[in-house]
């Protein structure tokens, strides 16, 4: 009879961090690794043993590093009846210290990634994985879907998860300062308080750009305004912060069916650097 599992494993991520040049492959942990072992040892024979590694295996990965680099990062210096040695170049030690600056970074979001990102109870969040915090209770990951410029400002049409379409109206400075063009990955913040609510609009017609349909999920109620939490066709959820007597004359209740208004100047833009 089959062992059952106490509970479903928990989710994770992981990944090595590789540099290339030109798109072909330098190196990843092991061969600065070794690189590392050449500073210390200051000789490729010790470096291998060092390494656990045969002479011949340290010499090709040392010898394709200097090809595939472009210039020389290992390099031998003759001596007497030492042998001479082997060091890094300045070029060779400036990567490696990169490389080591970079790969703790790499570690530190990977750790984020395996916390936050695979919660398939929670919706995905980049500034969350990423830990930034901000005021804007809705936060989308997107694509830029389309990009159609303007004398002053420029209108960004988004592409969600689920198929849904956000507009963003910025200016033309922001649309250089944040490198958008089609394909770019963007964040689409949008306040709560932003979110306009409406009920039966079939036959009726708005300025605002996005029109989100959707289900009430929950209400939560407060002394002056009421948090409503929607579930929006196509995938994704949006929360609205809407008076009291507007939850009220609406007649807000889970699962009623509401249509969500958001100006697409009141659609923030981030990207990550």
């Excluded at 089959?2 to 494993?9: E, G, L, V, W, Y």
């Excluded at 890094?88 to 790499?106: I, P």
């Excluded at 200016?171 to 039966?200: D, F, K, Y």
Aim: aromatic share 4%; no cysteine; charged share 20%.
């Amino acid at each position: 009879m089959a062992h059952k599992r106490d509970k479903t494993p928990r989710l994770g991520v992981g990944g090595e961090l590789w540099i290339t040049a030109d798109g072909r492959n330098l190196g990843s942990h092991a061969r600065m690794g070794l690189l590392r072992a050449v500073v210390e040892q200051g000789s490729i024979t010790q470096a291998a043993k060092a390494f656990g590694i045969s002479y011949k295996a340290a010499w090709d990965a040392v010898d394709t590093m200097n090809r595939v680099a472009g210039e020389p990062l290992v390099e031998r210096r003759p001596g007497g009846r030492g042998g001479g040695s082997t060091r890094l170049t300045e070029r060779g030690q400036r990567l490696l210290e990169r490389y080591a600056q970079v790969e703790a970074v790499h570690e530190r979001f990977v750790e984020m990634l395996a916390r936050e990102a695979f919660d398939l109870e929670q919706d995905f969040s980049l500034l969350k994985v990423l830990n930034v915090r901000t005021t804007a209770r809705n936060q989308f990951l997107g694509t830029v879907s389309a990009l159609r410029a303007g004398a002053v400002n420029d209108e960004i049409e988004l592409t969600l998860p689920g198929g849904m379409r956000l507009v963003a109206i910025v200016t033309r400075g922001s649309t250089e300062a944040l490198g958008l063009h089609t394909r770019a990955p963007v964040v689409a913040m949008v306040q709560a308080g932003n979110v306009i609510l409406a009920t039966g609009i079939e036959s009726m017609r708005f300025s605002a750009r996005n029109q989100l349909p959707g289900t009430v999920l929950t209400l939560t109620p407060g002394s002056v305004n009421t948090e409503v939490l929607l579930e929006v066709d196509g995938g994704g959820r949006l929360v609205a912060v809407v008076t009291q007597a507007s939850a009220e004359a609406l007649a807000l209740a889970p699962g009623l069916r509401v249509t969500a208004l958001i100006k697409a100047s009141d659609v923030l833009l981030a990207v990550t650097v």
